[in-house]
């Protein structure tokens, strides 16, 4: 047995997608099991780029099952699209694998991600607008649509009545907005089912199977733990659980058989969207940051906000998650820098907090106690060991192992495959 559960210890973005597809190369299968079409995993092969969306990160290996598990969101369109655009790149998409248990995102749901979230005015969340939030309020309503009844003309048909009536009553009563046609919408998404009816079956049987016979498997976390609806920044935070627990409700595996976590951590810190981000540097820093990083979102192109790592942050993700080893990644984005720094402690009123503060409020006036780095000023793109890497990055990596109290597992140097450090030889 040999299950392996990536997740994001920061607020997403941290190369998830980058460390799933190098993971990969020794995996059998990869499953998403929460979030759906807000997540943007980027991973590059030979310097090509492809993004993915609703896709495990897997799919670049001919043969590998790729699943999308029953607690996705699932979007029908953006996989067509993404399913599209990778078979036009001449990647084999028969490893598919989509749970008929998945709840459906419908255009209604994005429609109204955005209404709502604009509606807060000054308190919006800064969604994606990917209908993920009232996908699953429609689940936890149970007025949902699952795969298993969108994939059956009838029962897909009277859902969506059923469903469109409320929406159309709620979207004009509350913005006033047009209402939604059924016929249109019908004919549409039953051309997706159409498509996607061969990909569909019953993931919890055989992702159990195939563990059972040995297989090996990684769960490819989405956002990340400050973005937990739970654990994250509430209410700044996205409506699903990327935590290491995620997958045991997520994609119906017990949790005695999840073997490994492995958290991914940036070097240093960004956020989407609104919400608080103690070590946020809003100054030149912030911006030699994004600019060397290029930290502009994937999936909606905002400049990313930027910061120095927060290793508090990182710890509460390695207590939430279990964290065995943590990959950390763009580590060759900090090479120019003179000095670099890390949060290793909150002060709120002169006091330091033991824990990550629930209440916003504090949170948002905490003082970060950092520790200061001299920069190692290398280019560490070509390092392919341990050992070889400038003494100062290491005293960096080391003192984030040393504050986290998480082991160095991994360290990435570039978003290619080969750009990678593996100091842990048993994270399979
Ligand atoms: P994810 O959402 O966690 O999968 O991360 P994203 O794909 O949204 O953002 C991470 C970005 O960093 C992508 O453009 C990756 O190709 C890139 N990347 C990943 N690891 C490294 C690294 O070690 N160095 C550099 N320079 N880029 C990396
Ligand atoms: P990956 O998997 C970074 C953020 C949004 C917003 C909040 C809620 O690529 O790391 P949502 O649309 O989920 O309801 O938005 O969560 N967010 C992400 N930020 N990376 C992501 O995914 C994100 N997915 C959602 O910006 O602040
Ligand atoms: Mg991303």
């Known amino acids: 047995m040999s299950t392996v559960v990536v997740t994001g210890t ?15 190369q ?4 990869v499953v998403r099991h929460q979030g759906g079409s807000n997540a943007g995993h980027t991973v590059v092969v030979d310097g090509q780029d492809y993004k993915l969306r609703l896709m495990p990160s897997g799919i670049l290996y001919k043969g590998s099952l790729c699943i999308v598990g029953n607690g996705v969101a699932f979007d029908p369109k953006i996989m067509l699209e993404e399913m599209d655009g990778l078979a036009k790149r001449g990647i084999d998409l028969s490893g598919i694998r989509i749970s008929n248990r998945a709840h459906v995102v419908l255009p209604y749901h994005c429609l109204m991600d955005g209404l709502g979230d ?3 005015g000054k308190n919006k969340v800064g969604t994606t607008h990917r209908g993920i939030g009232p996908c699953y309020v429609d689940r936890d309503n149970r007025i949902g649509i699952r795969v298993c009844d969108f994939i059956d003309k009838e029962e897909f048909a009277k859902r969506l009545k059923e469903n469109l009536e409320i929406k159309n009553r709620e979207l004009k009563l509350l913005y006033d907005h047009e209402p939604l046609d059924y016929d249109q919408m019908l004919e549409e998404y039953n051309g997706y089912a159409d498509r996607l009816r061969p990909y569909v079956c019953d993931t919890i049987a055989l992702l159990n199977d195939e563990i059972d016979k040995g297989k090996k498997v990684l769960f490819e976390g989405a956002q990340a733990t400050m973005l937990d609806i739970d654990y994250g920044t509430y209410p700044y935070v996205t409506a699903s659980h990327p935590v290491a627990g995620g997958p045991t409700v997520g994609a119906g595996v017990a949790p005695k058989k999840i073997d ?21 540097q809003l100054n030149a ?26 290793a508090c942050v990182v710890r509460y993700a390695g207590l939430l998650s279990g964290i065995d080893y943590m990959a950390v990644t763009r580590l060759d984005i900090l090479d120019s820098f003179d000095e670099i720094k890390m ?5 709120y009123k002169g006091e330091l907090l033991n824990e990550i503060p629930a209440s916003l409020k504090i949170l948002a006036d905490v003082e970060p106690v950092y520790e200061t780095f ?3 000023k290398t280019d560490i793109t070509k390092v392919r060991k341990y050992e070889d890497l400038p003494e100062k990055a290491k005293k960096y990596l080391e003192r984030m192992a040393e504050v986290t109290n998480i082991k160095l597992g991994i360290v990435s140097v570039g ?3 080969d750009e990678t450090i593996v100091l842990a030889k048993d994270i399979f």
Not at 26 to 29: E, G, N, S, T
């Open 10 to 24: 920061q607020w997403g973005d941290e190369g998830k997608g980058k460390i799933v597809d190098y993971l990969a």
């Open 26 to 29: 020794q995996a059998d299968i």
């Open 118 to 120: 604009e509606a807060r």
């Open 260 to 280: 490994k976590v492995v958290g991914i951590v940036k070097a240093y810190c960004t956020r989407v969207g609104e919400g608080p981000f103690p070590t946020e």
């Open 285 to 310: 820093i912030g911006d030699k940051i994004r600019e060397e990083g290029h930290e502009y979102g994937v999936v909606t192109g905002r400049p990313r906000r930027t910061g120095w790592l927060d």
């Open 343 to 347: 949060c290793v402690g909150y002060k």
């Open 374 to 376: 001299e920069g190692w």
């Open 415 to 417: 978003p290619n495959r």
